[in-house]
């Protein structure tokens, strides 16, 4: 599939055959929400990437040698920032680009991507929640939505 931009609108090639989608919240819901397309298996990679990160560190940060060393724990802070920030983006982007905004974020994976985020958000609100590890690793639930959509 390739991108053509034609006066205002995106233009989609695929095999041969081409859709044309009136506005960018069209594009971006046929990348976010429809893996058949190259550009949104991408996203699925990189998506399962960004939460395997994510779940690995939540572990790792658990474990005794490093939760003691300031270094590790400052590689942890940084790896749980910029994924955070990477979910939130992505759950505020289904939400923008979903038909029916509030079907998404009453479902089950809209719920799930933001319970997975709120941990972070309520531990810069209050920090002595920041012990929220066990419900951060939610974002494991996140890898079903992409497998499901494979």
Not at 60 to 72: D, G, K, M, Y
Not at 98 to 104: F, I, L
Request: proline fraction near 4%; aromatic fraction near 14%.
């Amino acid at each position: 599939m390739s991108w053509v931009h034609v006066s205002g609108t995106h233009k989609f090639t695929k095999f041969g055959s081409t859709m044309r989608t009136t506005n960018l919240r069209d594009s971006f819901y046929t990348v976010i929400f429809e893996a058949n397309t190259p550009v949104g298996k991408a996203f699925d990679v990189a998506l399962f990437g960004t939460i395997g990160v994510s779940i690995i560190a939540i572990m790792l940060e658990s474990v005794p040698r490093f939760a003691s060393n300031a270094a590790a724990q400052n590689w942890f802070t940084g790896i749980e920032i910029i994924t955070t920030i990477l979910f939130s983006i992505e759950y505020l982007l289904r939400l923008w680009c979903s038909p029916k905004p509030t079907h998404y974020a009453r479902s089950f994976y809209g719920l799930i991507d933001l319970v997975s985020t709120l941990p972070f958000y309520l531990a810069l609100l209050f920090p002595a929640t920041s012990t929220f590890a066990i419900i951060r690793t939610l974002r494991l639930l996140r890898i079903f939505r992409v497998l499901k959509l494979s």
